[in-house]
């Protein structure tokens, strides 16, 4: 199954595909392959979706490029189709996240992680304007390759 994905929008707008056939994943280095890995500039904290009724539990794996400014050039949902709403709070929180990049040495690079996001029954937390949303945490990356 291919994965979905997000770009975050071009200065110039182009076709969706445009942005799937001009996206060379093999750029990114894995986390395994980097000297320091990418560090969150602040606190990620994916909101649970407020037009949710009722409570559960999903998770999804993210897969998340930076390149070597540390901005996100795409996410990408792995595996399990999360509702759309939790898919679409996960990948616009960590689409406009800035990060420290990632380096080999001492040289910034385009680097890809995979972390794990998990949404919890809270149905009114998430009708709660004053809630405050979960802290994601980027040390516990689940990237294997």
Request: aromatic share 8%; glycine share 4%.
């Amino acid at each position: 199954m291919k994965p979905r994905s997000w770009t975050p929008p071009k200065l110039i707008p182009m076709a969706r595909s445009d942005w799937d056939s001009t996206f060379d994943e093999a750029q990114y280095h894995s986390a395994a392959e980097l000297t320091a890995r990418p560090v969150p500039l602040s606190s990620i904290a994916v909101p649970y979706p407020k037009d949710v009724q009722q409570g559960g539990s999903w998770s999804a794996l993210l897969a998340i490029f930076i390149d070597e400014n540390g901005v996100v050039a795409r996410v990408n949902v792995l595996g399990a189709k999360l509702p759309f709403p939790f898919e679409h709070a996960a990948v616009t929180t960590f689409g406009a996240a800035r990060f420290q990049p990632g380096r080999i040495g001492d040289k910034p690079v385009k680097s890809r992680m995979v972390v794990e996001v998990m949404f919890e029954n809270a149905p009114e937390a998430a009708r709660d304007a004053t809630s405050t949303p979960t802290p994601v945490s980027i040390e516990r990356s689940v990237d294997t390759r």
